[in-house]
Structures are given as C-alpha cells and as structure tokens.
C-alpha cells in the first residue's frame, strides 16, 4: 500500500490560506495576498498531479481494479456508537481525476485572476474567497462520506454566493446572489431528505460501504415500495434533487444565468468547470445504487439531463451577452453528463455512458473554462458583455482569437479535439440504450456549434465597431491561462480513461464507431456552416429567421419565461394563498402566543423581585423553608 | 506508605507549594518590587496547570480518605485551566494603587480555594469532603470583601460567609444523619448501606441543599445576586466560574457513586430543583441593569441547564456536564473578562453603558458576541454543542417534558443575551464608552478564551476524551 495520508493537505491548505486572507488579508499588500493565493494553489496542484501518479500508475490494482482508498478519516461527531459523522479523504478514479481538474482550472483562474482583478477595490477579499471555495470543492470531491459531503455541498453554496455578490454594490449581484442561494438551497432540502431516507435504511453514511456491489447496503434491495417505487428509488431521486440545483439542471437552472453577474474567472471556475458538476459528481458517486437498487431514479437522471441540455441549447442561440450564452451551453454540456450517466450500466462494456459522462466531464472543464476566460479577456478589452456591440475583434486580440477558436472548435466536437472524443462516447453510449435520447442530443450537438460559431464569429468576424478606444490585448497573467488550457482541450481527449476512471475500475475496450462518429462531426460543421452564412459578414439573414419563427424565437430569448412562471408560482401561488394565511397565523396566532409570553414573563419577573430583598434572614428563611418543603415533597408527597 | 504514592495527590501538593512560595515571595522580595509578585504567581500557576496534564499514578491514599482517578484529575484540570484564566484577568486589576499592598494575599487565598476545591473532589469519606467544602468557601467570603473599604464589598463578604455557614449547618446536619443511619463515613460504605427510607432521604435532600447552595440552585440561590454584585468582578467570575464547576464536579460524583440507591429520588429532586433554577435564573436576569448582576443570574439558569446531564444518571450526562463546564469556563470568563476590562480602563458597568460599543471598541464586542452566544447556545460555537449533549443525554433517558421546558428557556435567555448584543451592535450611545486598549494580559486571556470557545466546539475528540473517562450510575 502507498501511503496517501498527505491528501489531507490538499484541502487543508487552502482552508489556511482562507483564514490567513480572511483575516490578515487587509494588512497584506494587495499583490502579496494574490501572490499567497496563487501559490499556495500552486502547491496543492503539484500534490494532486502526484496524486494521480501515483494512484494510476503505481497503486496496487485487485483484480485489475482501482480500489478505493480512504486515505485518511476520523470521527468528527460521535452521537451514538452507530451513529457518527466522520471526516477524512477518499481516493477512487473519480476523486483523483477531480483533484486533478479542480486544481488546475482553479490555478489557471488563480493566474489570470491577478491580471483580471489588479486594481479592484476587495482584492484580497477575492482570493480569501477563491481559496475557500477551493477548500470547500476539495472537501466535496474527496468526502468519505455522504453526510461530509453535504456539510462541504452547502459550503461550495455558500462560497459561489459570497463570489457572485462579489461586487455587493451592485443591486443586480445582490440579487443574483441571493436567486442562486435560494434556489440551490431549495434543491438541497431534496438532498437532505434523501441522504436521511437512504442512510435510515442502509444504517452507513460511508461511502465505500454504500457503493460495494456485493455490499449489504445494495444487497438488501430497495426496500419496501412506496407509490409505486421502492425507498431506496426515493432517496436516490432525492439526492438527484440536490443534484439538479448545484448542476442548474432543468426546472432549478434559473439561478446559473443570473449567477454571471459574479466576476468573470469566477463563472469560469464555478459556474463552467467545478461547482456546477458537483451533481453530476454526485450521481457518478453514488452510481452503483443507481444502477442496481433504483434504476428508475436513473432513468429520470437520463430524462432530466437530456430535456436540460436541448432546453438550454435553444435558449443559447436566442441571448446576446455572451456569458449567458456559455452559461446556457454550461447547462445544455451538464444535460449530456447527466444523460450519459443516465443510459449507462454498471462494469464492462456496459458502463461506457458512466466513463463518457467523467470524459465529457473532464474536457468540458478544459475548454469550457477556457471559453469563459477568454469573454473575459474579450469583456476587459471592450467593456461590454453584449455581442452586439462587438464585431471584428480578431485584429486586436490575436491570442484571445486564437484560444477561443479551439474552445469553439472543440465544443462543437470537431475532430481530433477533446471534445470530439468526449461527446462521441456520450453518443455512442445513448445510441446503444435509448435511441430517443440519441436523437436528442444529436440535434443538441448541432445547436452547439451554431451557436458557439453564432459568439464566435459575431465577437471576431461580423460588421465592424468603432470603439472608444482601441481594444488591446490582456496582459500576460491572463493570456498564458488561456494558452495553457487551450492546450488542454487540443491534447485532453487522448487520454485513455477507458483505462483509468471506469464504473467498476477495471479497463475496458472502447473504439470510435464511425456509425456514430461520421453524423456527429456533419452536424457540427452544419451547425458552424450556418452560423458561418448567417454571422461572417452583416447580413439579414439572422433577422429575416427571428422575425419568421417570432413566436418561437421570442419565447426562446425570454428563456422560455421561466423566470416569470417561478415569479408567478412564487408570488401569485404561494405567497398569496399559502404564505398570506401563513403570516395571519403567525401575527396573531404564534406572536401572540409570544407576546402573552413576554409579558407574562415580565410580570413574574416584577413580582418575585420581592425575594431579593437584600436581607439575609429573609434568605435564610427561603433556604430552609426549601428544604424543609423539598423534605415534605419526597417523603410524603411524590414518594 | 511509601513516599512516592504521596504524589498520588500532586494537584494538592502542587497548590500548597505555591501558596507558600507566593507567601515566602510576599516576605522576602522588596516593597518596591511587589508588583512583580503578580507575575511570578501567575507563571507558577501556569507551570502548576502545565504539570496537571502529565499522565500521573492514581489511587487512594490515607486509608480510602483521598481518592483520585483519571476522571477527578480531568476534572482538577478543567479547574485549573479556568483559575489560570481568572488569574491572569486579575492581573490589571491587582495593579490598581489601593491593591498594591495585598496582591500575594490575593494570589494566596485564592490558591487556599482551588486546594480546598481539590480535596473536596478527590474525597473519599464525608469528612475529607466537608473540610474541603469550607477550605474552598471561607477564604472566598475573604475575597468578596477585598474591597473592604467599599461597603457593597464588606456587605458580600458577610453575606457570603453567613449564608454558607447557614448552608453548611444543613449540610452538616445531613451528614450526621448519614452517619447515624449507616454507621460510617466512607463514600463506598455509605453507597452499600443506603436505601430508601424516609430518614435517609432527609438526609439526603439536606445535603443536597447544602451542595445546591454552592451551585446556586434555586430555591438555595438568594445569596449569590449580592455577594455577585458586591464583590470584585475577577472574584464574582471566579465565584460563578470556578466555584460552581467544582461543586457541580462533586455534587455528580456523589450522586453517580454514593447515592445511586435513590436513584429516583434525586432524579425527582433535580427535576424540580432544574425547572425552578432554569426558569427563576431567567426571570430575574431579564430585569438586570448592572452587567455583573445581569451575568450572576444569567450563570443561576446556566447552573439550571448543567442538572440536565445529571438527571439521567448516564455516562453520557456524566460526559456532557464535565464538556460543558469547560465550554462554560470560556464563555462566562470571555464575557467577564471584556466586562472586567470595561470596568477596569472605565469603571462602568451598566448595560445602558454599553450602547455603541461596537463603534468605539469593535474588537471587545465582537468577542463578547461571541461568549453571549455560546452562552445562549447559539451554533456553531462551543455552547451550542454543550447545551446539544446536556439535553441529548436528558432525553436519552426520557424526560422529554423537562428538555422542552429547557429549550424554552433557552429561547428565554437568548432575548436577554441578545439586549446586550442589540445594545453594542444597534443601540445608538449617547456616551458611548471611548476606544481604549487593553494591556496585555487581558487581551492575552481574552484570546484563550476566543480559542477555547470555537476550539472547544470543533474538536470534537475533545468531547470523546471526556466520555471516555466518564461513568453512569
């Protein structure tokens, strides 16, 4: 056995650096507290490439698979001697592979956050937040157990929150702020309930024991039936629930559009590459429940991810900021995570959707981060979030230009990118289960590279715009991330995770099947040929199709007024005929009862002042009548 | 006996040497150089709590009349920790001009206590316990009157010595009636003999008054508003702090080892005793001005919720009240140790005098936010956790009735602990008390205390240590 105990730093560290910025950080020089925080980063990235290593390639395989290791645990709270919550860090092929794609987005945005935010008002404040935030995706991802991993699932929450409102000035971060919390927390409820249903009946938080194919937890089946569906299908709908909110899947995907308004390279980190596919993380975490004891809640992941990914995809090709378009393809690439795990099994072969999902997930991190640090680059350069304002960029920004091309190439699944061989599993594997669902995302990927060519060639291409001033190009602390992570999404797809992060650690062999492979790459350059017509010069094109499907496209570009129907459901529904009687009850019912309380408290309280009196035979006689009745109670009373 | 097992009792030996260093310091050292005094006496008593944590023997010493396990030395080194804390608070207060001249008599009749304290948990026959009762009280009724030209100060010491000789009468008088039933003295004898019959349990509930006179239980508690107020505030924390755990320390030896014959009897006891205390603590502590007092009654509810853990006779109870006297240590010392500051720089004590604090003095109020709401209970600090074990190990047991009625004083005293919080944080003062800085040592043991409350509630291996060396009846 390799010891893995150092793991434990690689969480810690950043929780250090959180309280050393969170409390010293003002007194630091600006630059010097970046500079801690990127460092310290740096550090824990160097631990988790050596993590990986060694977990890959040196640790002991049984039987040809990937153990999981619990490299480091102890009892936080020991409530009864079952029942206890415990802390440590769990390695197995999905943990590792995200300590490697947290800690490298999270470095990449480290970097290009000291260019980005130079000169902000609250520097330090933002790495004090970035670092916890690290600390908190860390503890997620590495959790030993369920119960540890809500307590860091809240967490992540909490950090996205205090990054979105980053700008507390602004109403609009506020608001959007508070929208992410909310809704988030609302999904979480779902989580807790599930995590309390499926640990009454499994007796474990533990995530090894849970998730053991031959364990007792999956043995025992799914329990007695309610409504049609065992308990354990339930919980696992429950937890999916808490799921759905952290990954914006649809109805929950209201807060990620809104969430944009928090500093670029934290939507880049958080709502494109860590934070938003905890759910999907999650799912992959508990899979083996999924696929032998609630095979149903799967079936609803399936479902849910692929209606999110086409419903999201439409709505991208409508919006003009840029950042709500990658945050709509944000959710339409978590849809395709979400149904490739969906349609898989469990082992083998069977088990292609489970890899293509961590694959796709993997990749997405890359190029999506990528995409949304070079709109940042793009936004400090013309100052403005909205395409339309922009038109022949590619003069000025040569390197942005360059690295968002390769994202947009690679989103669209262009070959030999990353995202070509990504997708392509996800696919193949819903075309040998679910031929619907195939469909589906067959024309999603079409959508894709329409409307990330529809960004592209609107920013760099397209009429051009007189600016105030001459764009330029961002300084080296930005444009050296974007390099390294355009890299990543050329170069990341030839990774064999066949090899390495499979459902049941064991190698399995996968092959392009050119039956899915061909269509896909035509609709991608369809989906590219027509942004191509419709956005390389000025044209009318694109006007004459909105005013065409006007109904369509209306509802599109008003998100399908999802946000009025929670307002409506919200305001109309239940503040109007639950929370308004609700409110009565309360006013006079329960302040009432309050009130009667206090004042009845009050009055006591006046009354016996007497006692107090000051005179010390009074309080002699107190002390023995006390006794003496205390006597009389025992003796003769209440015996 | 052989000389080593003498070290059986180090905590004690340790003390005595003290007192008499401080003493041969007090002799020897040059008038001039006196205020050094305070320094070599707290550095010594630090050493003294360092050494408390070493492994050491235990056993019984003097034929079964000291005993001491590794639970009574938790508990001794829980003590110390809080003394530790009250001396080096007293600190800037003994450099005062009219203190100068009695600093060592200070240091000397409080290490007098903590012996006493000492002895009285590491009892093993009912004499041993009762000389360690009054070593740990007549050198206190000293301390109340250390002021003793100031009336309030010589009105609380004799208050304080008349009600406990009242207190030890009826204590004294249980004890003799325990004697006359069992024939014996010894804890572990008495335990055997012990029943159920109606002399035993007078015998029984007037111990127990003399005991809940220390604690401050009500309807025994009436001495304890004045003697709190007059006294000087290092001795009214010392008193509310220091002195309760202790006798809570012995009062749930006794009960789990010497009286779980009458199991149900005492559990009827506390049950009544703990509504009163909680609820009676709580009335009175609304209608404080005076911050001293407002804290005395608030620690008489506080001594309420700790009877929680000793109703259920478990180890659990056992573990909770041993984790909360600790948690409770840091607390009421955090928030005494900014009211002690107040009032040493300025010499106010009223809550009014505390509008606005947050604006001049952000640094003392955040701190005393932080101990009011471990006090209330509030999570995620320490408090939160202790009153959690307190009430789970009542309800472990079944008495759901007396936690609910816990948790409504709970709610109770979070609106009193929040006036003092909405005072420095909202209310607008029109004299607001002005920035100052506080020396070293008060910020020093103010610092412990801030660590020993959140430290305290997330460690929790803490608390797994304490129930580890805990029992149940």
Redesign the interface.
Known sequence: MINFSYTIWIPLLPFLLFILLGLAGHKLKPKLSGLFGTGGLAIITILSYITAYKYFFTSEKIEGAYQKISAFNITWLQLTDKLHIDLGVLLDPISVMMLVVITTVSLMVHIYSLGYMKGEKGFERFFAFLSLFSFSMLGLVLATNIFQMYIFWELVGVSSFLLIGFYYQKPSAVRASKKAFIVTRFADLGFLIGILILSFNTKTFDFITLTDPAGSAIAQGGGIAFMGLSVMTWSMIFVFMGGVGKSAMFPFHIWLPDAMEGPTPVSALIHAATMVVAGVYLVARMFPIYAFSAPAALEVVAYVGAFSSLFAAVIACTQTDIKRVLAYSTISQIGYMMLALGVSGYGGHEGLGYMASMFHLFTHAMFKALLFLGAGAIIHAVHTNHMTEMGGLRKYLPITHMTFLIACLTIAGIPPLSGFFSKDEILAAAFHNNKLLFAVEYIVAGLTAFYMFRLYFSIFWGKETHYHHTPHEAPATMTIPLIVLAIGSVFTGFIPFNELVTSDGKVFETEIELIVAIPSVLIGLLGIGIAFVMYRKESEISDKLAAIFKYTYKWAYNKFYMDELYLFVTKKIIFRYISEPVAWFDRHIVDGTMNAIASVTQSVSLRIKGFQSGQLQKYAFVFVTGAIMLAILFIYLWK | MSLGTIFVMRHELLLIAAALLVLMAEIFVNPDKRRYISLFSVSLFGVITLIGFIPSPTGSLFGGMYVTSNTILLMKNVLNIGALLVFIQSVTWLKKEENSEKISEYFILLISTLVGMNFMISAGHFLMFYIGIELATIPIAALAAFDRYKNKSAEAGI?LI??SA??SG?LLYGLSLIYGTTGTLYFNEVAALFGNN?LQ??AF??F??GMA?KISIV??H??T??VYEGSPVNITSYLSVISKGAAVFILIILLFSVFPEIIA?WQ??IY??AVLTMT?G???A??QQNITRFLAFSSISQAGYILLGFIGGNQLGMASVIYYVLVYIFSNLGAFGVVIAISNSKGRENIEDYNGLYHTNPKLSLIMTLALFSLAGIPPVAGFFGKFFLF?AAAQKGFYLLVLIAVLNTI?SL?YYLLVIKAMFINKGENPIEKFRSDFPTRFALGICVAGIVVTGFA??L??VI?NLSFGV
Request: proline share 3%.
């Open positions: 208050k008349l009600s009242l207190s009826i109606n349990i007078l509930i007037f127990f008054a006179f309807p025994f009436l001495w508003a004045d009897t009827k006891t009544v005793t009676i709580n009335l009175f609304i209608r789970t109770i609106f929790s291996i608390f797994e129930r």
